[in-house]
Every structure is written in structure tokens, then in C-alpha cells.
């Protein structure tokens, strides 16, 4: 069982920066895959970014690449996204998720089996 807490959200203006936290509970949060998702009112949950349990390899949705990076430190089992340039179509809640098993297609939130209860990311024009 792994327990996801995110926090860090809040309102900024168009072009400032935020920075997602998402602390893990459980021994094993360094074996995880790990992944940041999206939601906006009438839309569905969408990929943001992802991060392999190693560290070693990150990867990005098209709208974010370049503003967004995303980080773990497994020594604190904690994992964070630091979102520079943000825009209002960046307004949503995010949350973060692990992926027990390996996937591939770590922008599918199908194969996360973990979730974390969101945190509000609120973009002003």
C-alpha cells in the first residue's frame, strides 16, 4: 500500500512558477515509476510528466516540455514538479500516481495503481 499526499498548489499569474510536491508513504516508493496527471472541469485526466524509479528517465507531454521538470529524491520518498512559464490552460488539479508494475506507456494513467487526492493549480490571464 503507498499513500500519495500532494501540496504546493495554489494561484499565480500567467508566466510565474509553482512547484508540485508529492510525498509517498511505504519502503518501496524508490521502486516506483511515477507520474504527474492533470484534470480540468469537463475534461478528462491527462498525462503531464513521469519519472522512472531510477531517476534515470523522464518524459513529458508536448504542452509542458520545456516549462515543466519533473524530480524524485527516493531518500525522502518524495517526488516534485517544477512548472516555470505557466500559462491558464495549465489550470487544473494535479495529481500524482505510482506504477506498481512496469509499463511502457507511462502516459496512460491506466497503469498507475496509486493516486494521490490532487492538489488545485489555478493560472490568472
Known amino acids: 500500500q503507498v499513500q500519495l499526499v500532494e501540496s504546493g498548489g495554489g494561484l499565480v499569474q500567467a508566466g510565474g512558477s509553482l512547484r508540485l510536491s508529492c510525498a509517498a508513504s511505504?519502503?518501496?516508493?524508490?521502486?516506483?515509476?511515477m507520474g504527474w496527471f492533470r484534470q480540468a472541469p469537463g475534461n478528462e485526466r491527462e498525462f503531464v510528466a513521469a519519472?522512472?524509479?531510477?531517476?534515470?528517465?523522464?518524459y513529458y507531454a508536448d504542452s509542458v516540455k520545456g516549462r515543466f521538470t519533473i524530480s524524485r529524491d527516493n531518500a525522502k520518498n518524495t517526488l516534485a514538479l517544477q512548472m516555470n512559464g505557466l500559462k491558464p490552460e495549465d489550470t487544473a488539479v494535479y495529481y500524482c500516481?505510482?506504477?506498481?508494475?512496469?509499463?511502457?506507456?507511462?502516459?496512460?494513467?491506466?497503469?498507475?495503481?496509486?493516486w494521490g487526492q490532487g492538489t488545485q493549480v489555478t493560472v490568472s490571464s
Open positions: 500516481a505510482a506504477a506498481v508494475y512496469y509499463t511502457r506507456d507511462l502516459g496512460s494513467p491506466t497503469f498507475y495503481s496509486y
Open positions: 519519472i522512472r524509479w531510477t531517476g534515470g528517465s523522464t
Open positions: 511505504g519502503r518501496t516508493f524508490n521502486r516506483y515509476d
